[in-house]
């Protein structure tokens, strides 16, 4: 397969030593005004004390009536391409992970490559619920390993407060804002060693927007009955996201020829610190090994991986050569799974 690739490269003119695909540098971007449990408190029938014991959250981060998903999408490529020292001409590929686009078209992808001014490139969304991150980085990587693209722009990001019911109290402690992104590039030495994903549509109606789209447009009957937010079974939902997670780990630690004691941070979609807590165990990965700041900002679906890879790399927890392991699970159903070298 390889030699394949490296035939096709060398067609293309492509450098035929650099065939791996590497995290070049993170970025993210969090609206400053924070919504605690206390506020919440103040808007429906829970405590903080539910909320803590039940979720791990104390708080979230909700973007002013003037930013948008693209907002923060744009002041997290550009941090991440600061680091990365990969300038916007060079972008190929733009991916958003989104369920909460500006617009339901043009993509954020688009509004992103235009902010940026990355002429070059092409760009569009994914949507995969709070796995989307891990799609759009399979995809990211597909189009490099393909020869399409050396330099890959993912943007995980969301403003879920603009579709969460603040009259729901099974929902709406659960979700905030932000926008974490990864700048991809052709490496020499490994970086991604696996990403494997799933899907499940049988179990679509546990968690869904229900309307705004075509199947029931909006209407002033679809605002009357608050169609417009988010649905969700929680627990329901949080059985499945603990199978789905464990077992697409398992695959991805074992198609990255790696074995479980090899990881040195496990890094999962911050929905709530028991479904981590849960993967954890089952994957007999130890506490001091899991990345969580579920407590600062809440389910931010797409955006809750690369935000959190972002600060960790902030607090020093990556070093050259760590392995991540990666995992999400969201509305689709969706998961999936990644191992990388750092
Ligand atoms: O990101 C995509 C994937 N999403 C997720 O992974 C979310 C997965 N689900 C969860 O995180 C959890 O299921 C929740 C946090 C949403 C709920 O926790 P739970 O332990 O599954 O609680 P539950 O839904 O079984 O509800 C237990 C009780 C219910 O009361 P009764 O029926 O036992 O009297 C709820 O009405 O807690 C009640 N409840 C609340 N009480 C105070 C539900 N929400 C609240 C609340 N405050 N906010």
Redesign the pocket.
């Known amino acids: 397969m390889l030699s394949l690739i490296i035939s096709l490269q060398k067609l293309k003119g492509v450098s035929v030593a650099l065939s791996y695909v590497k995290i070049a540098g993170t970025g993210l971007s969090t609206p400053p005004r924070i919504l605690s449990n206390a506020d919440l408190e103040k808007m429906v029938d829970?405590?903080d004390e539910?909320?803590r014991t039940?979720?791990g959250i104390v708080e979230r981060r909700i973007a002013d009536p003037e930013i948008s998903t693209s907002d923060m999408a744009y002041e997290a490529s550009l941090k991440a391409l600061e680091a990365a020292s990969v300038e916007p001409k060079d972008i190929d590929v733009i991916i958003v992970a989104t369920v909460t686009p500006d617009h339901l078209f043009p993509s954020t992808g688009c509004l992103v490559q235009s902010r940026l001014g990355a002429k070059k490139a092409f760009a569009f969304d994914i949507l995969a619920?709070?796995a989307g991150f891990l799609y759009a980085l399979k995809t990211g990587k597909a189009f490099i390993d393909s020869g399409d693209a050396e330099t890959v722009l993912i943007v995980g990001a969301e403003t879920l407060s603009r579709i969460t019911d603040f009259q729901d109290?099974?929902t709406c402690?659960?979700f905030g804002d932000g926008a974490g992104a990864v700048v991809l590039r052709r490496s020499e030495t490994p970086g991604i060693l696996s990403i494997c994903l799933g899907a499940n549509g049988d179990n679509w109606e546990l968690?869904y927007l229900p309307a705004g789209g075509s199947r029931i447009p909006a209407s002033e009957e679809s605002v009357k009955k608050r169609l417009h937010f988010i649905r969700m079974k929680?627990?329901e939902?949080?059985r499945e996201?603990v199978k789905a997670m464990e077992a697409s780990s398992i695959e991805a630690i074992k198609k990255a020829n790696i074995t479980p004691d090899k990881i040195d941070l496990f890094i999962s979609?911050q929905?709530?610190y028991r479904?981590m807590e849960a993967v954890r165990k089952r994957l007999n990965i130890p506490p001091e090994k899991v990345f969580m700041n579920v407590d600062r900002y809440g389910?931010t679906?797409s955006a809750s991986v690369p935000i959190a890879l972002d600060e960790a790399v902030k607090e020093g927890k990556l070093r050259q050569g760590n392995i991540i392991l990666f995992a999400a699970?969201?509305?689709g159903f969706t998961w999936g799974s990644a191992v990388v070298r750092w």
């Open positions: 829970t405590s539910w909320i039940r979720t619920g709070c109290r099974t402690i659960l968690l929680g627990s939902v949080f996201a979609h929905a709530n479904i389910n679906s699970f969201g509305a």
